[in-house]
């Protein structure tokens, strides 16, 4: 899958605002991002964030069989790694143009430097060496991956810690880090790589260029150095013809950098050794513990308890008693009452409507009531139909009792008179119905 191109506009957009020396995230054109180096708990794990490119390094070890022809040295090995996660341009399992060139740059780089001493990494000449292997994976492109590679493997290897051994006849006697504190790579210099973009045929130049400033460039040069102003390696790419000024010009600005980013390095490795040895908290989680992944944020704001009785006490002082203490307005409705200091007793009212109303309801009207009883004799009881008058019984709460409508005798002769009236009509009609049919 091929990345996605710039319009023209967006392009010409950028080289316009490079003219004015304007970047799209307000750096200067030698300003370098933000680096943040955090290690893991493991010795040798660590990440580095320049601005939102991030790369992961791992470093690991081994007791292999040296080279035949260098017998007595170790042997490095470094592996980049661009995965889809961190750019939909990257393809898995296919090593593009840019890969080769980037981990040849490493080699180059860290490698062919002699940065590491890998004569202290022989354990028996001919036979057993350590093999050392730096794993670099690309979490997320933003641009300038060479740079934040070189600091990620760099900063690896200071911080790695590989297993302390002996040597008793021909055996080999591997010893673990709870028998023996693990030893430190024998590192001579650090070599970071600093990468410049040139712009309209080298007439304008940026540090540490951004994904959209790639994109724009018209070629780019790397200089790897160390704090000691010891260039390690140059790779020129993208075609420009630089001069000799603007080389010398980059390569002092790369000895700036690189005092600064070195400096860097060691105060990290300082804080997390500091803290391991005081038995505090580290690892990758407690890096990014502060960082809070949630809809609502609320800043935690300051507050200053200092003399807070003081203060109280003169707001207490100067604070005047209130003269009279009004009461609220009473609103009157039927069926309320209060209680209180200087409102009016007004519960014997209450309690008299109530006998009233209880009243009413105990005195049924006579004419009511007989037509009940009429009704009932009758066996014509029916509340509530259209037919009859209506009629209603009141029972109050303490009254209440289960109603239950008996049928007379009469009533009950009637209706089987008439249901055996209806069977025998039915009969007759069902054998007239025969004669016919015959």
Request: charged share 30%; glycine share 6%; hydrophobic share 35%.
């Amino acid at each position: 899958m091929k990345e996605t191109p710039l319009s023209n506009c967006e392009k010409r957009f950028l080289l316009r605002a490079i003219e004015e020396r304007k970047r799209l995230d307000g750096r200067q054109c030698y300003d370098y991002r933000n680096i943040r180096i955090s290690f893991g708990s493991d010795h040798g794990c660590c990440i580095v964030e320049l601005g939102k490119t991030r790369v992961l390094g791992q470093v690991s070890c081994e007791l292999v069989a040296p080279k035949p022809n260098r017998a007595t040295e170790g042997i490095l090995f470094f592996n980049l790694e661009l995965s889809p996660m961190a750019s939909p341009a990257f393809e898995p399992g296919r090593q593009s143009e840019l890969l080769i060139k980037l981990n040849r740059l490493l080699e180059r780089c860290l490698r062919n430097s002699k940065c590491i001493d890998t004569e202290s990494l022989c354990v028996v000449a001919g036979e057993k060496v350590w093999q050392i292997r730096v794993d670099l994976h690309l979490l997320n492109h933003n641009g300038n991956i060479i740079d934040a590679a070189s600091i990620a493997a760099i900063a690896a290897l200071c911080h790695f810690r590989r297993p302390d051994v002996s040597v008793q006849g021909e055996e080999v006697m591997l010893y673990t880090p709870e028998e023996r504190d693990p030893v430190p790579l024998s590192i001579h210099h650090m070599p970071i790589c600093v990468s410049f973009a040139f712009f309209q045929e080298g007439t304008y130049l940026l540090v540490d260029p951004s994904e959209q400033e790639e994109r724009v460039m018209d070629g780019l040069l790397v200089i790897a150095m160390n704090k000691h102003r010891e260039i390690c390696t140059i790779q020129s790419s993208g075609g420009i013809m630089l001069l000799k000024d603007q080389v010398l010009r980059c390569s002092k600005i790369t000895g700036v950098k690189v005092a600064e980013i070195t400096e860097l390095i060691q105060k990290a490795l300082e804080n997390d050794q500091k803290v391991r040895k005081e038995g505090g908290k580290f690892g990758f989680a407690e890096s990014i513990s502060n960082q809070r992944i949630t809809a609502f944020k609320i800043e935690q704001a300051p507050v200053d308890t200092h003399d807070v009785k003081e203060q109280a006490e003169e707001i207490i002082a100067k604070a005047s008693p209130p003269s009279e203490v009004m009461a609220k307005p009473v609103l009157w409705a039927s069926g309320t009452a209060q209680i209180g200091e200087g409102v009016e007793n007004s519960w014997g009212d209450f309690e008299e409507s109530e006998e009233e109303e209880d009243e009413d309801v105990d005195e049924v009207p006579q004419e009511e009531s007989t037509a009940v009883e009429q009704s009932m004799e009758t066996g014509d009881a029916r509340i509530g139909t259209r037919n009859q008058k209506t009629e209603t019984i009141v029972l109050t709460d303490s009254e209440e009792e289960d109603v239950i409508i008996l049928e007379p005798e009469e009533t009950q002769k009637k209706r089987t008179e008439s249901s055996s009236k209806q069977d025998n009509v039915s009969k007759k009609s069902m054998s007239k119905k025969k004669k016919k049919a015959v």
